[in-house]
């Protein structure tokens, strides 16, 4: 999977839209929709870091370097709470 495949698993997962993520991110919607179409090649670090944190993920996960997304399930359901 690539970044913009993990970023929407991870985004439909917690039942948020693009528009909850870029609100959560403060990233631009535009660009949340780029990303996950693998339109933007090398998204900067802040820009990662952003989704990661709002995604409760890694940016070692979103960028593909492992395979823990280091969210569970159960935090999962906790966070789209």
Avoid: F
């Avoid at 933007?40 to 670090?45: H, I, L, S």
């Amino acid at each position: 999977m690539n970044l913009g495949e993990r970023v929407h698993l991870l985004r439909r997962r917690l039942g948020w839209t693009q528009r909850e993520l870029a609100e959560a991110s403060k990233i631009n919607v535009n660009n949340i929709a780029r990303i996950e179409r693998s339109e933007v090649r090398d998204p900067g670090g802040q820009m990662v870091a952003r989704m990661a944190r709002a995604l409760g993920t890694t940016t070692d996960y979103l960028l593909g370097l492992t395979e823990e997304s280091g969210v569970e399930s159960e935090q999962l359901a906790t966070l789209a709470l």
